[in-house]
């Protein structure tokens, strides 16, 4: 620990109006540095967790919290489980890959038949049309928005649907298709809006030439819980059933995210570090400008470790200065980066994020106190070590030899 004088000391160091205007400079802009590491941080990865959270909260309107196959099996544990009042919904489905064909264009989709489209099973937006329209009529279906646009069609269009399977005709081994007609367009506003077609499970099955359903789609009061409810089915079910949660069928995408956001945090962490080498060359500096103090500090009775404590608190204080206002500065920009992104928008007239392009119109922020603690903790211990050298060539310099304007050995 430190005693009140070292305190008083480092303090009477690092605002003392006596230093060298460049010694006064070097220490000003070491703490702007750290200012604008901890803020870049601190923003960039508010913006990241939003970005992510906004993702997250859009997928999980479209697709299930959990699915289980053998339908038989999973209805009769899913009714035994104690956690029914989580599942808002279970409904079984069918899902196959499938080519779709309009008048100009093709793209690959994703074909899932479900026995209802209850809001609480979908709560896409829906952009044109009525789902109701899928589910009462054969060979209807709901297309995605980016999907529709990429065959460029709309409601009451049809489109050629291009199964996995050889018809045999008088022409020939030819691949199997059935007209549909888009009754309805959504938007989920995320990736599956280019691959998402929704139709009835009966239409589903007559397309599949499958009898019997895939398996059970279920929704959630708390998607988080998804692990909890599909280890309880599991132990029910004795291992026979292998439930699938959303964590696990988009872990890709989501390891995707995690792994930017940790290279963002290392490569804004440079910042910082940049800001603590900044550090080093203020109390180096210091420790040469101010030789002659450090040597009547040790006549007066301060051991060297006195003198090394006293200039990496120097340091510290530096350092928390530049924190404390990269703090400030951060939360502030965190909490208002919306109407400022609207104020740039307006002053400049362009659109920082385009509807039409990608899948947000805005910025969204999650400021997460735990990644605030980890920049203020490292910022912390960067400033620290780079303390470490200046305060040790300051507890090594000779009293007689300062105090007689020589160097020290």
Known sequence: ??????????????????????????????????????TSLIVVLSVMNGLAGELTGRLLKAVPHLEVSDVSTASTVVETIELDELILSQT???????????????SGAELTG???????????????????????????????????????????????????????????????????????????????????????????????????PDGIRMQLSDPSRAGEVAQLIRSKSNGSLVPVTWTQTYQSLFAAIRMEKVMVSVLLSALIAVAAFSVISSLTMSVAEKRSDIASLRVLGLTPESIRTVFLLHGLILA???????????????????????????????????????????????????????????????????????AHRASKISPVLALNGLEAE
């Open 92 to 106: 079984p489905y069918i899902r196959r890959q499938l080519m779709l064909r309009g008048d100009f264009s093709s």
């Open 320 to 390: 928390v200065f530049g924190i404390g206002a990269g703090l400030v500065l951060g939360l502030f920009l965190t909490a208002n980066i919306e109407g400022f992104m609207r104020l740039l928008e307006t002053v400049f007239g362009w659109t920082l994020f385009d509807p039409s392009i990608y899948y947000i119109g805005g910025l969204p922020t999650d400021l997460q106190w735990h990644d605030v603690a980890y920049i203020i903790t490292g910022a912390l211990m960067l400033s620290l070590i780079a303390s470490v050298y200046p």
């Open 1 to 38: 620990m430190f005693s009140r004088l070292e305190l008083t000391i480092a303090r009477r160091l690092s605002f003392s109006k006596e230093q060298r205007a460049f010694t006064r400079g070097v220490s000003i802009f070491a703490a702007l540095g750290m200012t604008l590491g901890v």
């Open 114 to 212: 479900v026995g209802a489209m209850t809001p609480d099973a979908f709560s896409m937006r829906v952009l044109e049309g009525d789902l109701r329209n899928v589910m009462s009529q054969r060979f209807h279906v709901a297309l995605g928005e980016m999907l529709a646009r990429n065959l460029g069609v709309g409601v009451g269009d049809t489109i050629d649907a291009v199964l996995p399977q050889i018809a045999i005709t008088p022409f020939g081994l030819l691949p199997r298709y059935r007209k549909l007609t888009v009754s309805a367009v959504v938007a989920v506003g995320a990736s599956p809006d280019a691959s998402l077609a929704l139709t009835s499970l009966e239409t589903a099955s007559k397309l599949s030439r499958s009898d019997e």
